[in-house]
């Protein structure tokens, strides 16, 4: 557990000089706390005892015999002097408490800060596969939640850390000093009542923990809701959904009043104490005081400033055993979330670059080698079984299959997006192991149009940039030109500078797509690979990017996987992928003539003439 | 719809007011019960301090051997646990001795903890019932809102009522509400006491007193601007963390790791900044405020002085005016300078919960806002029922499910007639607007005959989904009429016409469940049985039957763990098992690919045999075999007819047809 505390406080980093000097701004706040108190209280002494002799302004003057009998000292004193150092360290106090104030702000939020971009910086790293590991939602909450509850804890440990249990050692310091032998009774209340709220934070603990997690569900049950409210009404299911939301919530309020009442206790308790020992302290320092005056030689002496100065100091020691009990509530109430973060942070990325990498990558060719292929080593059946592909630079291949059949893992492989076991065949590019490249150049040199598009806000030119980010102008509508997208775009008011919205939200699909291959393409790859990237697109449009990709760029190898026949008649291979494997590789006419699923696909799209 | 900042930070008026009436409605004697607790707490508080003096005063008493000004003090020597000593504190004459009033003490305290208890655990119970009717209440009114409020609020901003805003609530009832309420009692007493001592002193403290809500105000308020400038950046910040996350993949095979960490670093920067100012005004309002109880207690005390020393400075208090006896004067300073330190200490943890306060009230605010939306209206009367045929072909109502239905009209005078369900639907001359400015649909004209299959084709944005979103009364419409089997669709109870449309949309949403009970949803009383057939018809029984749990596969995050394809079967299977009269199929089947729809399309022909289908889909073959097919441009239908006749045509379907034009 502490580790992982440390592990993640450990990104404070630049911060660090805050989060170390906010205990010392607290110790010396908590000093003065402890200080002001003693010297008001000598205050009041000097004026009482001495107001029989004030005659005018020359009382604050006059300077009069101060005897502690705590402590025992006497000083001479003027009342503007105890007042002077009373306003000098009520300043000196209100310098720490801002200072500290300010600093822990600085430092936790500082922390904060930091773990996101750690996080952030640590998620961008994170390979295919890390990425399926952990869903985004989840990654969501713990950027955002999480570090929130991280941000808190650590501004609640670095202020109180020291403070409290320094405020609890010095109360019981000056406790034993003015009480003697009396000041014993706290520390035997003290384990007492330090079991009680163990018990207590135990137990509602245990409580709040399940419920946090019940509570997370009745919350992603409202987004369910919220998101899928036209299937709830459609179906009718207000009144159903309805229930089970009161089902599960009476449910929570239900355990959470039970730990509430738990918690509830924990006030009395710390009262009890405190007046409990209280009533010991007055009953039994009442007979002591009674005794060392009226008794001579009476071998215990007892004052009733000292009692009084007693009975304030114990109250001081269970309050701060009571803060130490807080802070130790938001250290295990935090724990969670520490945990969560630290499991993204420890992550490590399943593909990383290989040591001695090999930046250059000579030509467009691929080859696959026996591949055999599964996302989880424990899954039953591979994803890929014995892909033997051989593709030569610049060739234009297409791969046809239906869901599930293995297309897109099969592309995702060439760009080394995930990686294959041992055992299980090679993936060459240029004729090298693409575990041997260096990934920023590998993947530079194999641009892949996913089959999920996603255009991020900015404008379009923006986007597109993102292939390269110091292409010309002209670079950009060469591209844009190939895809088939310059025309719309420049058809738009600003052209290549219209903005796009959260997730392309505000151009059409086929336009999506199209602007995705221009992006791909800007990267001047040596291999393009467009997974199922014009299903949008018209027919007419997609054979001019077809035909603009073969005249334009003839020299990049071309993976095209597609619904339609039409998109892939013409490639050099047409790839059959079932299940898999392979079906069979071949071009139209042989496939057409040979192969049962080409056609079975052909006739379906020509019975009814052709997809759209 | 573009992102939005949240409306508004800051509350709307009456807030409080209104709060605190919801929390009254249904707690008023745990709420009452709670403050006659605190008020004890109070009481025994102060009363327990008197009686400590008391019991110091005993003591003296019975150890000094003389009394002030030089008289011998004839109870000295007396034994104070058992003799009954006469002693006078605060002006209160009282003979008692130490057994008694350690005794009379140990009570109070007794009383105090209890009460204590009582309330702490009273207004947890009121504070989590609360929070649960609240949090029920906003769900519950929020399921009856129209989809029009769903289109226009971003989903974030309605999760986070659910979770920030209520949790602010819960920090207002829990903490603040009780602490507000204990101050505020705690410093009308000290003052009153105050005033009795000295007026003059009182004002010190009042001027303080003035300073602290100062420096609330101030500080205070500029640390709630920068919370919410804060809330803002975490929005942005969320925002974009989202969008790379979703686009993560996109991010990698572009190598653009690094340009986007340095977009995110600009956004983390500014959150860094304003959470700083906002973490730091906050923390040091505390400090200031309590250092002016500090410079306080020193002029408190400076104050008492003056009044003693300056010849002709009489004390006033609200009973008494004049010069008085020395001792008598000098033990009221020390207690006045006690209780002004426990003023201000009181003011400052009051000062504490203004942030909570400002934070609280904003949150629930917004919690008021959804729960003042109006529900959807329904006005309709005629309802749907199923019937059974008698022997003479008579429609007799009864509560089997048969698959025959009827609309239930009663009328004014009384009687009823009933209308058998056809699936007869009629659009004429409709106009319709989201905004209430731009025409989304213009002069629309549709007949569906009952059994036909009527296809919606035509770019986005041309106003397909509107047309089957008022159909089942999402929106309604601005102009024109709808009738369903010859009845105006608005007379038609809302859940009852929904239930006679069969809907299955493109965005497939599934619950938390497993898949079963995402089939089953369609038909909640269904038996296992019917759950496989459903399956079978829309050709998923295959693929759920080799999901590790087959039907009991627990799905989540919306089926995360399944493809797109998937959702698409299981949505269907959804709507199949709710055996609806008429269906409508928006983009049913836009994620499954041409060899599995082809297989689907078996099934769904079974499914549609016989009933009205209002069909969209960008694929031209899927909708190729329907009886009518409608070209939409712009919100207005540009061509009708069958696919033979359009094709005929060599219109815009035709173009569409031949891949000459982009649909979207």
Redesign the interface.
């Known amino acids: 557990m502490f580790k992982k505390f440390k592990y993640v406080f450990g990104s404070v980093r630049q911060y660090k000089k805050y989060a170390l000097i906010t205990p010392l701004f607290m110790i010396g706040?908590a000093f003065l706390e402890c200080l002001?108190p003693f010297i008001?209280s000598m205050?009041?002494d000097t004026?009482?005892n001495n107001?029989?002799s004030?005659?005018?302004?020359d009382?604050?003057t006059t300077v009069y015999e101060y005897e502690n009998l705590t402590l025992k000292f006497t000083i001479n004193v003027t009342?503007l002097g105890i007042?002077g150092v009373?306003?000098l360290m009520?300043?000196l106090?209100?310098f720490?408490?801002?200072m500290?104030?300010?600093t822990?702000?600085?430092a936790?939020?500082?922390l904060?800060?930091n773990l996101?971009?750690d996080m952030?910086?640590k998620?961008?790293?994170?390979?295919?596969s890390n990425?399926d590991k952990f869903?985004?939602?989840s990654?969501?909450t713990r950027?955002?939640t999480d570090i929130g509850n991280v941000q808190m804890a650590f501004?609640m440990v670095i202020r109180m850390v020291f403070r409290a249990p320094l405020m609890m050692i010095f109360s019981a310091i000056m406790a034993f000093i003015s009480g003697g032998m009396l000041a014993w009774i706290f520390v035997v209340l003290i384990p007492l009542i330090a079991f009680g709220f163990f018990l207590i934070i135990k137990n509602a603990m245990r409580i709040f923990r399940k419920l946090f997690k019940k509570y997370d569900?009745?919350?992603?049950?409202?987004?369910?809701?919220?998101?899928?409210?036209?299937?709830?009404?459609?179906?009718?299911?207000?009144d159903?959904?309805?229930q089970k939301?009161?089902r599960t919530?009476?449910y929570?309020?239900g355990n959470?009043?039970t730990a509430?009442?738990i918690?509830?206790?924990n006030?009395?308790i710390l009262?009890?104490a405190i007046?409990l020992a209280?009533?010991a302290i007055?009953?039994i320092g009442?007979?002591f005081?009674?005794k060392t005056?009226?008794v001579d030689g009476w071998g215990y002496t007892l004052s009733?400033g000292q009692m009084?100065s007693l009975l304030s100091y114990g109250i001081q020691i269970l309050m701060s055993l009571m803060f130490v009990s807080m802070i130790m509530v938001m250290l295990v109430l935090s724990l969670e979330s520490v945990n969560r973060i630290y499991e993204v942070l420890i992550e490590e990325p399943s593909i990383k670059n290989p040591e001695n990498p090999i930046f250059e990558i000579k030509d467009g060719s691929i080859d696959f080698n026996h591949v055999n292929f599964k996302y989880k080593a424990e899954a039953e059946k591979n994803t890929l079984s014995d892909i033997d592909i051989h593709i030569k630079s610049g060739q234009f291949i297409g791969i046809l299959g239906?869901?599930?059949s293995g297309k897109s893992t099969l592309v995702s492989l060439i760009?080394r997006?995930y990686d294959l076991d041992d055992n299980g065949g090679e993936v060459l590019v240029g004729g090298v192991d693409v575990r041997k490249y260096d990934l920023?150049s590998l993947?530079?040199a194999v641009?892949?149009v996913?089959q999920?598009?996603?255009l991020?806000?900015g404008t379009i030119s923006q986007n597109l940039r993102?292939?390269n980010?110091d292409a010309t102008d002209e670079e950009v509508i060469w591209a844009a030109k190939i895809a088939q997208a310059d025309s719309f775009v420049t058809s738009f008011e600003n052209g290549y500078d219209k903005y796009i919205?959260?997730?392309g939200?505000n151009v059409?699909?086929?336009q999506k797509q199209r602007l995705c291959i221009a992006?791909a393409l800007l990267?001047k790859p040596k291999i393009l690979i467009l997974d199922d990237s014009t299903s949008?697109?018209?027919?007419?449009?997609?054979r001019l990017i077809r035909k603009a990709l073969k005249e334009d760029v003839p020299h990049i190898t071309k993976i095209v996987i597609a619904?339609r026949i039409s998109s892939i008649e013409d490639a050099d291979q047409i790839i059959i992928l079932n299940d898999g494997k392979i079906d069979a590789i071949g071009n139209h006419e042989s496939l057409l003539k040979n192969n049962h699923i080409y056609q079975?696909?052909y006739y379906?799209?020509n019975r009814?003439?052709?997809?759209? | 719809m573009p992102p939005r900042i949240r409306e508004h930070s800051r509350a709307k008026k009456g807030t409080m007011k209104r709060l605190v009436k919801h929390l009254f409605k249904n707690h008023k004697a745990a709420l009452i019960f709670s403050m006659i607790c605190i008020a004890f707490n109070v009481i025994t508080n102060l009363s327990s301090s008197i009686f400590a003096n008391f019991t110091t005063a005993v003591l003296t008493a019975s150890i000094s051997p003389v009394l002030e000004g030089g008289a011998a003090n004839p109870q000295f020597g007396m034994n104070p646990f058992t003799d009954m000593i006469e002693v006078s504190v605060m002006g209160m004459n009282l003979a008692t001795n130490l057994t008694t009033l350690l005794i009379v003490l140990g009570s109070i305290y007794f009383v105090g903890i209890f009460a204590s208890w009582a309330w702490n655990r009273t207004m947890a119970v009121v504070t989590q019932k609360f929070l649960n009717e609240f949090r029920k209440a906003m769900f519950n009114h929020m399921q009856d809102l129209p989809i029009r409020y769903f289109d226009t609020h971003q989903h974030g901003q309605i999760m986070s009522l659910y979770t920030n805003d209520i949790d602010t609530i819960r920090q207002f009832v829990s903490q603040s509400l009780p602490s507000l309420f204990q101050t505020g009692l705690m410093c009308i007493t000290l003052l009153v006491t105050m005033l009795l001592n000295s007026v003059w002193m009182t004002l010190v403290v009042l001027l303080g007193t003035i300073a602290m809500f100062l420096n609330t105000k101030h500080i205070g308020g500029k640390s709630a601007k920068y919370f919410v400038k804060q809330q803002m950046s975490v929005a942005k910040v969320e925002g974009f963390i989202q969008e790379s996350i979703n686009g993560l993949k996109v991010i990698k095979v572009f190598n653009h790791e690094d340009e986007s960490l340095k977009d995110f670093d600009v956004l983390n920067e500014e959150l860094r900044y304003n959470s700083t100012e906002a973490n730091l005004h906050g923390n040091i309002t505390g400090p200031i405020n309590g250092n002016i109880g500090n410079f306080v207690y020193v002029l408190t005390a400076v104050m008492g002085l003056l009044i003693f020393i300056i010849p002709g400075f009489n004390n006033l208090t609200l009973t008494y005016y004049g010069s008085i006896n020395l001792s008598t004067f000098m033990g009221a300073v020390v207690s006045f300078l006690m209780m002004s330190r426990s003023f201000s200490n009181n003011v400052n943890n009051f000062s504490q919960q203004v942030t909570f306060i400002v934070m609280g009230m904003a949150g629930a605010s917004r919690c008021f806002d959804l729960m003042d939306e109006k529900k959807e209206i329904d006005e309709g009367y005629v309802s749907l029922v199923n019937v059974r045929y008698d022997e003479n072909g008579e429609m007799i109502e009864t509560s089997e499910h048969t698959h025959d239905f009827a609309w239930k009209h009663p009328h004014g005078d009384g009687s009823l007639t009933y209308t058998p369900l056809k699936g007869d639907i009629l659009l004429k001359d409709v106009d319709f607007s989201y905004t209430g400015e731009k025409l989304v649909l213009k002069n629309v004209n549709i007949y569906a005959h009952p059994g036909q299959k009527i296809a919606l084709v035509g770019a986005t944005g041309a106003g397909k989904t509107t047309i089957t979103n008022l159909i089942n009364r999402f929106y309604d419409i601005a102009d024109g009429k709808i009738r369903y089997d010859g009845i105006n669709i608005n007379k038609i109870k809302r859940a009852d016409l929904r239930r006679s449309l069969g809907i299955v949309l493109q965005d497939t949403n599934l619950f938390t469940g497993t898949v079963m009970e995402n089939i089953r949803y369609g038909k909640l009383d269904a038996t296992d049985e019917e759950v496989y057939e459903a399956a079978k018809i829309a050709n998923a029984y295959d693929f759920i039957s080799r999901l590790p749990d087959g039907f009991n596969t627990v799905l989540s995050g919306n089926g995360s763990n399944l493809s797109q394809g998937q959702r698409q079967l299981i949505n269907i299977a959804r709507c199949a098992i709710a055996d609806a009269p008429v269906m409508i199929l928006d983009e049913a089947t836009s994620s499954i690919d041409t060899r599995t729809e082809k297989l689907v399309q078996e099934g769904m022909d079974k499914l549609m045999e016989g009933r009205t289908v209002f069909i969209i889909a960008h694929r031209l073959s899927t909708v190729q075999n329907s009886d009518a097919i409608m070209v939409l441009d712009h919100g207005a239908i540009i061509e009708r007819g069958t696919h033979a006749q359009l094709i005929e045509q060599k219109g815009t379907y035709y173009q569409l047809y031949t891949g000459a034009f982009e649909l979207e």
Not at chain 1, 123 to 128: K, Y
Not at chain 1, 536 to 542: E, I, L, M, N, P
Not at chain 1, 608 to 612: A, Q, R
């Open positions: 706040e002001l008001m205050l009041v004026i009482r107001s029989a004030f005659t005018g302004m009382a604050f009342i007042i009373l306003l009520s300043l106090s209100l720490c408490g801002i500290g104030g300010r822990a702000a600085r936790s939020v500082g904060s800060v996101r971009e952030f910086k998620i961008e790293s994170f390979s295919f990425i869903s985004s939602s990654l969501l950027l955002t501004q569900a009745l919350n992603e049950s409202v987004e369910e809701n919220v998101e899928g409210i036209r299937v709830v009404k459609s179906f009718v299911r207000e159903y959904e309805k939301f009161n919530s009476d929570l309020a959470f009043i509430e009442k918690v509830a206790l006030n009395p009262n009890t007046h209280n009533i007055m009953g009442c007979y005081i009674f005056e009226t009733i009084s239906s869901t599930g760009s997006l920023v993947r530079d641009s892949v996913l999920k598009n996603v991020f806000s993102w292939g980010k919205e959260q997730g939200a059409s699909g086929g992006r990267k949008a697109v018209d027919t007419k449009t997609d619904q079975e696909i379906t799209q009814v003439g052709g997809d759209k």
